[in-house]
């Protein structure tokens, strides 16, 4: 089963976990897991923000990687 991640960060510098990697995992301000194709690209062509990542996954498997197939920074 496919589905579909869309990570987005959007937090002002001030406010990062780690202002050194603010694109790193620990600054991510949204993360919406386990979506199918239409609800993640409803939110990743909706998202406000200054970096987004839209991730497929082809296997639901708990450990499983997936390809980062759309990203945008403003």
Known sequence: MTEYDVLIWNSPKSELEDPEDPEGMVNVSDEYIGLNE?????????????????????????????????????
Do not use: H, M, R, T
């Open 38 to 74: 239409s609800e993640a690209y409803k939110v990743y062509n909706n998202a406000e923000f200054y970096y987004k990542q839209l991730i497929k996954y082809e296997s639901s498997e708990p450990d499983a990687s997936g390809d980062i197939i759309l990203e945008e920074s403003k």
